[in-house]
């Protein structure tokens, strides 16, 4: 219950100081742009599955980029202004805090991602035929669940090391690639399949795809979702001892920041 007050009062305090201003907007009108160029580029090759997983693809494109890029500079923000010292002091979890602020991060992007959505839409002046949504809500659900993960690792190493959060701009592309946001990871390179599948999002993708689709088994949809649950487990392992190196650093040899 503790935990829960406290994830639910950071995930509030950040969406009331999250940056709503110009630069918001810009990210609406380039995530838009987006959308957008893929869509027409799949439109013109008439294949309207790409075009149907697409959709939901460039939504949490926009929704990834936003998290990573817009998440890192706000922690960064805050280790150089010295307010996060006072929450890293507390007695409070270091995973519970970051996955709370990155929480929040997904929630305000998910705007954005509805109007990447809708320009795909609006470009192929059609709706997603979807052959089982019910599949398609909980592969998505473990998508953003991965997201999660992931983020919270890469707020951890912005906090751990100091990290500039502009090194991670470099990740976000790559990133949706290998999440499968653009195109199934199936589709890829070997090379760049063997990467992705490290991600658990390529995993739950996999799914999304299969819902869409109508293809597949329940066996083989099944898989997906318990090899993605899986590999975001690992990744919150590798979170959660990251953060406890913080905590050591913060609490046993008193540095607060890298600065």
Not at 15 to 28: M, P
Request: proline fraction near 3%; hydrophobic fraction near 60%.
């Amino acid at each position: 219950m503790i935990r829960w007050r406290i994830i639910t009062a950071t995930v509030i305090k950040e969406l009331k100081t999250s940056e709503a201003g110009l630069s918001f907007i810009f990210k609406f009108v380039n995530d838009a742009g987006r959308a957008a160029a893929l869509a027409w580029i799949i439109y013109q090759s008439g294949n309207l599955e790409s075009l149907g997983f697409l959709t939901f693809g460039v939504a949490l494109i926009a929704v990834w980029t936003g998290t990573v890029a817009e998440g890192g500079w706000a922690l960064e923000t805050e280790l150089a202004g010295k307010t996060l010292d006072f929450t890293l002091i507390s007695r409070t979890s270091m995973a519970l805090v970051l996955f709370s602020k990155m929480l929040a991060q997904i929630i305000h992007e998910v705007p954005t991602g509805i109007v990447a959505a809708v320009t795909v839409m609006l470009v192929a002046h059609a709706v997603p035929d979807i052959a089982d949504p019910a599949e398609l809500a909980v592969s998505l659900l473990l998508v953003i669940a991965g997201l999660s993960v992931v983020s919270t690792f890469l707020g951890a190493l912005v906090v751990l090391a100091g990290a500039r959060a502009g090194v991670f701009m470099g990740i976000v592309p790559f990133g949706a690639v290998l999440s499968g946001f653009i195109l199934p990871v199936g589709q890829l390179p070997l090379g760049l399949e063997i990467l992705a599948r490290f991600m658990p999002s390529s995993w739950a993708m996999d799914g999304a795809w299969n819902a869409i689709t109508g293809t597949g088994t329940w066996a083989g949809l099944a898989g997906d979702w318990l090899i993605a649950i899986g590999v975001g487990a690992a990744w919150f392992l590798a979170t959660v001892y990251l953060c406890r190196l913080v905590d050591k650093r913060i609490r046993i040899e008193g540095s607060l920041s890298a600065y």
